[in-house]
């Protein structure tokens, strides 16, 4: 047995090493479509998530959807509750990815900031959108 040696990732965890993948390439399109969803909706639809099912898209997890699924795991979303409903959108991106059953939290603060990037990147929501979902169903095979 070699100490270091990593895992090959299972089928039921490898769509989780994609959408790292994924967020890690596609940060800045990220945080801007993150800032020109929020300068449209702030969090009144919820927050964005990432459903890999049945194929990439964007979708909104509203709050009450979260809390709900909390209380039926026995409150292990706790902690995702708490950065969702405390993160700061100028400064950085959150948002839940969901795929086979499971949900993982995306968080990060890109450089430069989301407002930046989506002055930079100079598409609007629905075209950030059109680009973004024809990326994952190229990067996130599920």
């Given amino acids: 047995m070699f100490f270091g040696s990593t895992q090959p990732e299972s089928a039921d965890s490898k769509w989780r090493g994609q959408l790292d993948r994924f967020v890690k390439a596609n940060q800045q399109e990220l945080a801007a ?3 020109g969803l929020w300068l449209a909706n702030g969090n009144s639809l919820g927050t964005i998530g990432i459903d890999l099912q049945p194929a990439p898209h964007f979708v ?3 709050k009450d959807e979260i809390e709900k699924l909390n209380s039926k795991v026995e409150n292990r979303l706790q902690e995702i509750l708490g950065i969702v409903e405390n993160h700061k959108p100028e400064v950085e ?3 839940i990815g969901i795929g086979k059953g499971e949900i993982k ?3 990060f603060a ?3 900031a989301p407002p ?3 002055e930079q990147v100079g598409k609007d929501v629905d075209g950030l959108l059109e680009l973004l979902e024809q990326r994952m169903s190229e990067q996130i095979g599920v």
């Fill in 93 to 95: 991106v959150v948002m």
């Fill in 33 to 35: 479509l993150f800032w």
């Fill in 116 to 118: 930046t990037c989506f």
């Fill in 60 to 62: 909104y997890c509203p």
């Fill in 105 to 107: 939290l995306i968080q």
């Fill in 110 to 112: 890109p450089e430069p």
